[in-house]
């Protein structure tokens, strides 16, 4: 169990081996230590800080993110349309700093387990700092390029993020198993449209293309109304199944 | 593992303990219970039929729904904006046919639990059913109403799908561990107004309510396009954090 | 001005010069004539209609369209993305059976001017009908086909829906105003991309591509909420304008 | 007619009465003066500037906004919806800097006309001088409290931006003519539900209330995709018919 500190506005710090400083004073290392989610401490300035037990969101909030990473509502979606559960076999590609590896993992529990593939050494070794720190030991982290294939077998779900998801469906067909779910996250819609072509090919059933837009609503004292400002895209979601 | 029959329309079909008859010829049962994923079938008058895994999706498509059931765009962004994964504690209520209880229950696997509530006893016992049939041994069917009180505590998450979720956020409060959430969906945006006060008085955090819109694109030859017809709606989801 | 009556409810009906004849029992054609909007008159089983002076919405609403028109929202993106308003010039191509034309025509008025082109006779035909039975008459419908040459020239607008809008942007640069604008409507994205990249070839500047979504809010007692379908897709626009 | 000029990278500067002093260097007022749309200017520094036609939108976006106004697609959706065009009598309530009143007395023309209510002298100033500035002289600016009454009678449209448009409801239904349409913008739902509330009260017809989204598409050499960010609200619009 991983613990994370709280400010009164909802601000939140990772807790590491020293003394926590804020701009609102800071709490010794020991009483951070020896603390408990639901406890309340207080910084020598006297502000009250809440240990909250760490869950994913907050870790990946705040973990190191060198490269630009999956968004939780596309996450959702992946998970929700793949049936993804404890106890699955998946294989990604690429790792970049390991946001959906960490979700991924989480997700599958130790009976289940993901195999990561990146092409980049420094980005493999942020993602393994990341893994660790979030302890998860369901994970192996592959310094590979995806193209030249994919050591594993008779796995539930290969999720690609990388540029050019095509050139991996081959690949993906042999490593899943039979009903298996081939998942990729493109930006464009041309990549949509080359991937689509290349499923059908390799004849992948229930192949389908998404885009979630997610908005937030404020509710205020003034009225209730969706905010000014939102997401208008990140990438679509292409899905396809091995028959 | 639960099989599943797909016709050459990508048309679904659940497997009894009988021969299976459909509008393309029949498959006589001995055949389907000797068949494994991968394996493509004849019916009497020549047409395919391929056998796949079920994974979830397939089975709460094709199970018993008497009463509306939350779409997977749904259950996926409870799924990421929760952080959930294998081995947590859920409680659900209402339970309703069980589409929920059975994602949740899926997802955090043998060393998580779901105990779900239903005030009706017509829909407990769909659920029942349900859920055995998807053979699901991590969840508990409690035919009570969920506000007389929780019997659980130090869960992940309290998800509420019922018309009046803010009678239920005290109990929740109390179900919850230190850092769990509470989720609910609720089609009205007054439903939002009136959560949101109580969860703000109940002292939580991280309170949040979003829409999610997912929006189909068609590849076609003729062109790429978003489909012509979309869900405009099915819910809002409003989240708080237990600090 | 047109009448039209609209029974209690909602549902809408335009004049002809015969006797009204609907479920609800008829309405003599001497009593309509001599209405007024804002009258009441009763059918023979006394069931009563209003009269409404039609307004161009009604009028589309209830015409001959033997093809498929572009909805108000999208006409509306137009107007006010394009600076639409009385006195100026438009030329539009294809016709179909109006809508579009009609619309255009009521918005620049009598000191205005709608050249409409049309490949095919039948819908020529049909929009002429249509056009003249709403009273214009600053509308010129050319049975032409528009990447034969526009015959105009100085326009504020060149409006093209027809599937290779591409084809005519020559065309219409030649017929446009200095600071007049090219805007398309076309469906696929496919498109888009082609008609963008010819715009940028011809200079065109202000290019632009959106696309519109208007989803509608049930107001009803149980509570507020967006309506459950909505259309999800019409087509994109793109707008160019000539410097 | 309004002459704007544009620079290389589609920037956009309003003409003075004195020399035009940009980052790219100084062009004469005599120049300017003598020059017609379609020409091509030169700045001392040999950079060129476009002549051009001022249309309504680049006046908008560059005339005095001392506050917030509404954006071209929900007045694009206003003029859709209540069939807005050329002649027609319209009613605006509250002026602010005079936006809508401009882009609605640009569309009614010489043959029809827009009066606008504004409670505060200082925005009815800034208003008249943005009016005027664009050479309308079918506009009356009314520096009234719009709930006080309106002097007007048989108007086509009635249309509210202030924050309680249902105090005006029983106003605007005895200006209207018969057909005539109350149009509101409100950025809240409660709004929204009040105001729904108050046209069912007063036997509006053809209620409803919707929400406008447009989004932008990126047509780039990489690939086409949605912009990355959007604007997810502005306000609903709500509509109501005499009958
Ligand atoms: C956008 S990042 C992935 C981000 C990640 N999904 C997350 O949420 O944190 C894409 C990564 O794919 C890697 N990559 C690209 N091509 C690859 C290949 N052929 N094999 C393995 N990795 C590859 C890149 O180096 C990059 O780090
Ligand atoms: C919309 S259904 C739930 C559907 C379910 N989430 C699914 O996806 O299949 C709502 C259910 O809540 C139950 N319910 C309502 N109030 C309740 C209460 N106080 N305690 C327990 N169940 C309740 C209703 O009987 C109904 O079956
Ligand atoms: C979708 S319809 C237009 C509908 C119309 N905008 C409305 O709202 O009613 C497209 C029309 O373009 C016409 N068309 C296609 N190519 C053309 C061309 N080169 N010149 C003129 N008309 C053309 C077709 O015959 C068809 O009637
Ligand atoms: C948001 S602004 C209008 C902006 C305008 N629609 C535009 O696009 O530029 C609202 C204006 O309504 C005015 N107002 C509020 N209540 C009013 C009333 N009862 N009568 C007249 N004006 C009023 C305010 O002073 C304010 O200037």
Known sequence: MMKILMNDKGKK???GTEDLHTEQGYIKQEEIASSSPGDVLKTHMGREFHV???????YIQLMDRRCSII???????ITA????????QIVEAGTGAGAATIFLGNLVGENGHVFSYELREDFSQIAEKNVKGFGLENVTLKCQ?????????NVD???????????????ARDALKSGGYLAAYTPYIDQVKLLTR???????????SVECLVREIEVKDKGVRPKTRMTGHTAYLTFGRKV
Chains 1, 2, 3, 4 share one sequence.
Do not use: C, H, M
């Open 52 to 58: 909250l037990e760490a869950n994913i969101n907050d």
């Open 71 to 77: 968004l939780p509502k596309d996450l959702g979606i």
């Open 81 to 88: 349309y793949t049936g993804l559960g404890s106890g699955q």
């Open 157 to 171: 779900l290969v999720f690609l993020d990388l540029p050019k998801p095509w050139e991996v469906v081959e690949q």
């Open 198 to 208: 290349i499923l059908k090919k390799r004849k992948f059933s229930d192949i389908k």
């Open 13 to 15: 710090f990772l807790i």
């Open 145 to 153: 390029d995806v193209v030249e294939g994919i050591d594993e077998e």
